[in-house]
């Protein structure tokens, strides 16, 4: 801030944010350590995934089926290949034989480097399982292969009989027509054996064509063997790790608008005697235990004291640190009665100086509501209560508030959560 300029009231202190981060950084850690020990049961609780793998060698197409003027017809694309062997006829076998929904979620399908090698995996969490579905995926990729060989070899055999079928008629019109002379007696004869040479050869290629094996391929290794894993074994530990520390932020953000400690309690109360005391054990602190407090209190001289929370209306445990202060001024010799505003008019307060130098006051609210501050600035002098829950802004305000009515603030009690529970007795007097 530069000099000379005022302080916003709703400024906040940069080392507000360093304590928030300080306090916040044990549950962080914590929340994220519980969310990456749970992230690491959910991994063991994981079920096994076992994979097959089956290699299969992928046999050229044979050459009766390439096509007039196509170089190099008898290869293949692996490519084509691969889509074959996850194609809908493959897919339903492999779901019959493995009984497993969503088959292509199995499926990992991989091509060996300069070779004419398919392999095929298939995952499952069934050790049986992951076997069939490797072995009926190559097996049935094969005999759909060989079944379109079988059926382009047999069309290739039709197509050669329907060409003979066509020489044949055109050696049926190779008739003389007319008187026939030396010279259309010898054409007749070339043009008869120039189609009998081609249906000679049409009936050679037709046989070669059906003796010809429709060779698909091999199935180099069939499942051989299975590997163990557990799908993305580190994403669990992960998310958990990172959503624990979520929730760990989380958590410090709202503690980091509460009170933490007695510390936390000096900072927002300058000046003031800070007592902690754990909330069930009233009754059990001895009075030298408010001691902080009551020496300020005997010090004003006459007046009446008030015990409030800051924006809340009391409690057993407030009515019971009343009467704890009570003790603790009687035994330091000064006469002191407890009385519970929630049950008493404001009018009815002790007006004269000798009731009002031994009197302890029980709010009917907070000081930050208009009851509350009226009766602070009739009494003159506040001891607040609060607990680790309480909002420093709530804390705060209420400081601000006691300070516009002219009232003192004579200290805090801070009531902490442990302790053995001890029924409050309450001593009030009205």
């Given at each position: 801030m530069?000099p000379?300029?005022?302080?916003?009231?709703?400024?906040?202190?940069?080392?507000?944010y360093?304590?928030?981060?300080?306090?916040?950084?044990?549950?962080?850690?914590a929340?994220?350590?519980?969310?990456a020990?749970?992230?690491?049961?959910w991994t063991?609780?994981?079920?096994?995934?076992?994979s097959?793998?089956?290699?299969?060698?992928?046999?050229d197409a044979?050459?009766?089926?390439?096509?007039?003027?196509e170089?190099?017809?008898?290869?293949?694309?692996i490519?084509?290949?691969?889509?074959?062997?996850i194609?809908?006829?493959v897919?339903?076998?492999t779901?019959?034989?493995t009984?497993?929904?969503?088959i292509?979620?199995?499926?990992?399908?991989s091509?060996?480097?300069?070779?004419?090698?398919?392999?095929?995996?298939?995952?499952?969490?069934?050790?049986a399982?992951?076997?069939?579905g490797?072995?009926?995926?190559?097996e049935?990729?094969?005999?759909?292969?060989?079944?379109?060989f079988?059926a382009?070899r047999?069309?290739?055999?039709?197509?050669?009989?329907?060409?003979?079928?066509?020489?044949?008629a055109?050696?049926?019109?190779?008739?003389?027509?007319?008187r026939?002379t030396?010279a259309?007696k010898a054409e007749?004869n070339?043009?008869r054996r120039?189609?009998?040479?081609?249906?000679?050869?049409r009936?050679?290629?037709?046989?070669?064509?059906?003796?010809?094996?429709?060779?698909?391929?091999?199935?180099?290794?069939?499942?051989?063997?299975?590997t163990a894993?557990?799908?993305?074994p580190?994403?669990?530990?992960?998310?958990?790790l990172?959503?624990?520390?979520l929730?760990?932020?989380?958590?410090?953000?709202?503690?980091?608008?509460?009170?933490?400690?007695?510390?936390?309690?000096?900072?927002?109360?300058?000046?003031?005697?800070?007592?902690?005391l754990?909330?069930?054990?009233?009754?059990?602190?001895?009075?030298?235990t408010w001691d902080?407090?009551?020496?300020?209190v005997?010090g004003?001289g006459?007046?009446?004291?008030?015990?409030?929370?800051?924006d809340?209306?009391?409690t057993?445990?407030?009515?019971?640190?009343?009467?704890?202060l009570?003790?603790?001024l009687?035994?330091?010799?000064?006469?002191?009665?407890?009385?519970d505003?929630?049950v008493?008019?404001?009018?009815?307060i002790?007006?004269d100086?000798?009731?009002?130098?031994?009197?302890?006051?029980?709010?009917?609210?907070?000081?930050?509501?208009e009851?509350?501050?009226?009766?602070?600035?009739?009494t003159?002098?506040v001891?607040?209560?609060?607990t680790?829950q309480?909002?420093?802004?709530?804390?705060?305000?209420?400081?601000?508030?006691?300070g516009?009515?002219?009232?003192?603030?004579?200290?805090?009690?801070l009531?902490?959560?442990?302790?053995?529970?001890?029924p409050?007795?309450?001593?009030?007097?009205?």
């Amino acid at each position: 801030m530069k000099p000379g300029r005022p302080a916003r009231n709703d400024a906040v202190e940069l080392s507000a944010y360093l304590r928030a981060m300080r306090r916040g950084l044990v549950a962080v850690v914590a929340c994220a350590m519980v969310g990456a020990i749970i992230g690491v049961a959910w991994t063991i609780r994981t079920p096994k995934v076992y994979s097959s793998t089956s290699a299969v060698l992928v046999a050229d197409a044979p050459l009766y089926l390439a096509r007039k003027g196509e170089e190099g017809a008898k290869w293949f694309t692996i490519d084509t290949e691969a889509a074959r062997l996850i194609s809908a006829p493959v897919l339903a076998a492999t779901q019959k034989a493995t009984g497993e929904e969503d088959i292509r979620s199995h499926l990992h399908i991989s091509a060996v480097p300069t070779t004419k090698v398919l392999k095929a995996t298939y995952s499952s969490t069934s050790r049986a399982a992951a076997e069939k579905g490797a072995a009926t995926m190559t097996e049935t990729y094969l005999q759909l292969r060989r079944d379109e060989f079988e059926a382009r070899r047999d069309h290739r055999v039709e197509v050669i009989g329907q060409q003979i079928a066509t020489l044949n008629a055109r050696l049926d019109e190779t008739e003389i027509k007319g008187r026939p002379t030396p010279a259309k007696k010898a054409e007749q004869n070339a043009s008869r054996r120039a189609i009998a040479t081609q249906i000679a050869a049409r009936q050679a290629e037709s046989r070669a064509v059906r003796v010809t094996s429709a060779y698909p391929g091999a199935v180099l290794r069939v499942g051989g063997t299975t590997t163990a894993t557990r799908a993305n074994p580190m994403v669990p530990p992960v998310a958990g790790l990172v959503l624990g520390g979520l929730a760990g932020l989380l958590i410090a953000l709202i503690r980091s608008s509460r009170l933490g400690g007695a510390s936390d309690v000096s900072r927002l109360v300058p000046g003031s005697s800070v007592v902690t005391l754990p909330r069930h054990r009233f009754g059990r602190p001895g009075v030298r235990t408010w001691d902080p407090i009551t020496t300020g209190v005997l010090g004003i001289g006459a007046g009446t004291v008030m015990v409030a929370p800051p924006d809340r209306p009391p409690t057993d445990l407030e009515r019971s640190a009343a009467d704890q202060l009570s003790a603790a001024l009687r035994f330091h010799g000064r006469e002191a009665r407890v009385v519970d505003h929630s049950v008493l008019p404001t009018d009815t307060i002790p007006q004269d100086g000798h009731s009002r130098a031994g009197t302890v006051l029980v709010t009917s609210g907070g000081v930050t509501t208009e009851p509350g501050s009226v009766l602070a600035a009739m009494t003159g002098n506040v001891v607040l209560i609060v607990t680790p829950q309480t909002r420093q802004r709530v804390l705060a305000e209420a400081v601000h508030r006691i300070g516009e009515v002219g009232a003192t603030i004579q200290g805090v009690v801070l009531l902490t959560r442990f302790g053995p529970l001890v029924p409050a007795v309450l001593r009030r007097s009205t």
